[in-house]
């Protein structure tokens, strides 16, 4: 099992590697297009700011990569986000792959939303054991609102997605890696997928 995680300065790395390491697999921190293309799975992580994040994969081609990558991918944090067709963010274009735009969580809630929500309306294998209502950690102001693509959602201020799914492309908003049992359990899941 090869899983690669996408490298471009992008931070969260080491969690997301010391997760995959409790489960009893190594992942391979990686910008080089041939490793990712051959990867098993690929994880595409982020923390930062969206223009920045956009510019760094667009420098090393990556953007034209991870639209195209055929095994299971998915995108974390900012990495979600990025997916999408458009952030707020920097009035970032984004990679296309799920059809939303994300915006700004508006005045009426403290932002950045930070700390522990529940997830519910859990959808497809990537979910598999997890229950409804799990408590998983986020860290973010941007959000994308409900689509046909949601697998998971949260409330805070608005309903919004906290997973999607497109084809063989999975996001979270949440950090899988900082969730304890539950993240963990839905890590497994994504490694697990065929």
């Known amino acids: 099992?090869?899983?690669?995680?996408?490298?471009?300065?992008?931070?969260?790395?080491?969690?997301?590697?010391?997760?995959?390491?409790?489960?009893?697999?190594?992942?391979?921190?990686?910008?080089?297009?041939?490793?990712?293309?051959?990867?098993?799975?690929?994880?595409?992580?982020?923390?930062?700011?969206?223009?920045?994040?956009?510019?760094?994969?667009?420098?090393?081609?990556?953007?034209?990569?991870?639209?195209d990558l055929k095994q299971p991918v998915l995108g974390i944090c900012l990495g979600m986000q990025l997916m999408c067709n458009y952030t707020e963010e920097g009035d970032t274009k984004g990679l296309g792959i799920f059809d939303?735009?994300?915006?700004?969580?508006?005045?009426?809630?403290?932002?950045?939303?930070?700390?522990?929500?529940?997830?519910?309306?859990?959808?497809?294998?990537?979910?598999?054991?997890?229950?409804?209502?799990?408590?998983?950690?986020l860290v973010h102001s941007y959000y994308a609102p409900l689509t046909v693509d949601t697998i998971s959602n949260s409330s805070y201020g608005v309903e919004y997605s906290t997973a999607l799914q497109k084809d063989n492309f999975f996001g979270t908003q949440f950090h899988p890696e900082k969730s304890s049992v539950a993240g963990e359990k839905i890590l497994e899941n994504f490694i697990s997928l065929k």
């Open 1 to 67: 099992m090869k899983i690669v995680i996408i490298d471009y300065g992008a931070g969260n790395i080491q969690s997301i590697k010391f997760a995959i390491q409790r489960l009893g697999y190594e992942a391979v921190l990686s910008d080089d297009p041939g490793e990712i293309k051959g990867a098993d799975k690929v994880i595409f992580p982020g923390v930062g700011e969206a223009s920045s994040a956009m510019t760094k994969l667009r420098n090393t081609n990556l953007d034209k990569i991870i639209p």
């Open 100 to 137: 939303v735009d994300v915006i700004k969580f508006n005045n009426h809630v403290k932002v950045p939303q930070i700390g522990w929500n529940q997830i519910e309306n859990l959808k497809t294998e990537l979910f598999k054991d997890v229950k409804e209502k799990e408590y998983v950690y």
